[in-house]
Each structure stands twice: as structure tokens, then as C-alpha cells.
């Protein structure tokens, strides 16, 4: 019983955590729109490449192991 009973839980798990990245994602977005339209504004713009590779391989990590999760689950 304990075994179904996770086997139900887990796709909800991975959708609820799919959902709180997003949520993450875009408050990031939002913060980072905020500060570079700030910078333009004060004519103090410089790119900041770190934090889109960082946040493109995070993202590309987690699609990864979401794949692999739901591709075990279909087998």
C-alpha cells in the first residue's frame, strides 16, 4: 500500500515542483528587469553574463532529470 501510495504522490510532486521553479523564474525575470532598466536609466549598464549561464545550465539540469524521472516512470 505504502509503495501505490507514493507511486500516485510522486507526478504530483514533480508537477508542484515544476510550478514553484516557474514561480521562481519569473521573480527573478521581474528583479532582473527592474535593476538593468535601472542601470540604463543612470547609464550604468554592463551585462551580466554570469547569471544567465547559471541560471541556463540550472535550468537544463533540472529538465534533464525531470526527463530521465519520466522517462523511468513510462518504462
Known sequence: MQSKLLAVDTPSIVGIGIVIISIV??????????????????DKY???HTIM??????????????????????I
Request: hydrophobic fraction near 50%; aromatic fraction near 20%; avoid cysteine.
Open 53 to 74: 549561464y547559471t541560471t541556463v545550465i540550472v535550468f537544463i539540469a533540472i529538465s534533464l532529470a525531470i526527463i530521465f524521472y519520466l522517462y523511468n516512470i513510462s
Open 46 to 48: 554592463t551585462p551580466k
Open 25 to 42: 523564474l519569473i521573480l527573478f525575470a521581474l528583479r532582473n528587469y527592474y535593476n538593468i532598466s535601472k542601470e540604463i536609466r543612470y
